[in-house]
């Protein structure tokens, strides 16, 4: 392990440290030529950004990873690869890489998100979810026939939850019993939540349902108050999904404003 290349995390950062000063003190020196300190807190910085702490053994695998690149550089210098078309050509590329990412990361550090911001979307999910939640099930056929038959062998004393594990082409409920756990009833199509808003607690749709999934027999099993969670809860993802839509709505502005030939 000790010995293993941190490529993986290190790519991107390396790409930036063939120009770095060279400093007084050196974390190496290499066939004679000094190897700045510099390099190793770049990739340093990779390690603790990837969430991995630097502990003394992944120092000690920067620096190797440090001195092996010096070596493999040096080599591909004296076989004058750096003068290909192919090098410069995914230079060019890796150069707007990170300097577009350089333009994002300096977008977002000069318009963080607001708590003002974060408080108003929280309160725009709160109203569109508020209210009452439905725990319901179904059974899902193709044909209105087949929904008919299901709602006669209820009445006859069948059970649900065994006619949905038989009989419904819903594979995302089938194997539950027909389950759809709690939910808003807007976040069903029309036709089926209309069917189950005039249900009662503990009752079925006494004729099949139509939709454009095909015929659904709806049971109502509970109704509860919607249970949101505390903005503190979710501000970290209300936060990070505002501060993405900003960055879109800045790189759209900018397609805009650009004149294109």
Same mark, same amino acid.
């Given at each position: ?27 190496? #020196? ?18 603790? @950004? ?38 410069? &050509?995914?230079?060019?590329? &890796?150069?707007?890489? #990170? ?24 309160? %725009? /999910? ?16 193709? +044909? ?13 004393? *069948?059970? /649900?939850?065994?006619? &949905? ?10 194997? +539950? ?14 036709? /089926? ?9 503990? +009752? ?8 454009? /999934?095909?015929?659904?027999?709806? @049971? ?28 879109? %709505? ?7 404003? *650009?004149?294109?030939?």
């Amino acid at each position: 392990m000790k010995k293993q290349l941190l490529s993986g995390l290190v790519a991107a950062a390396v790409l930036g440290t063939m120009a770095l000063p060279v400093s007084a003190q050196n974390i190496a #020196i290499v066939n004679g030529k000094a190897v700045p300190k510099e390099r190793a807190e770049v990739l340093r910085q990779q390690v603790e @950004r990837s969430g991995r702490p630097v502990t003394p053994e992944v120092e000690g695998q920067i620096k190797e990873e440090v001195v092996a690149r010096e070596i493999f550089l040096q080599e591909a210098q004296k076989r004058g690869l750096d003068g290909s078309g192919d090098f410069k &050509a995914q230079m060019e590329l &890796a150069r707007q890489t #990170i300097l577009i990412r350089e333009l994002f990361a300096d977008y977002q550090k000069t318009n963080p998100v607001t708590d003002a911001e974060i408080q108003a979307e929280y309160d %725009k /999910f709160v109203a569109a979810n508020s209210g009452k939640e439905y725990k319901a099930s179904h059974i899902l056929v193709e +044909k209105e026939a087949d929904a008919k038959a299901i709602i006669a062998a209820l009445k006859k004393g *069948a059970k /649900f939850e065994d006619l &949905a594990k038989k009989q419904s082409k819903d594979p995302g409920s089938a194997a +539950k019993g027909g389950d759809l756990d709690w939910a808003n009833p807007s976040s069903y199509v029309n036709e /089926f939540t209309e069917a189950l808003l005039k249900l009662e607690k503990g +009752k079925t749709t006494d004729a099949p349902v139509k939709s454009q /999934f095909g015929w659904h027999v709806i @049971r109502l099993v509970d109704v509860r108050q919607a249970e949101l969670p505390k903005l503190e809860e979710v501000k970290p993802q209300v936060a990070q999904q505002l501060q993405q839509q900003k960055l879109v %709505k800045f790189q759209e502005d900018l397609r805009a404003k *650009a004149k294109v030939e």
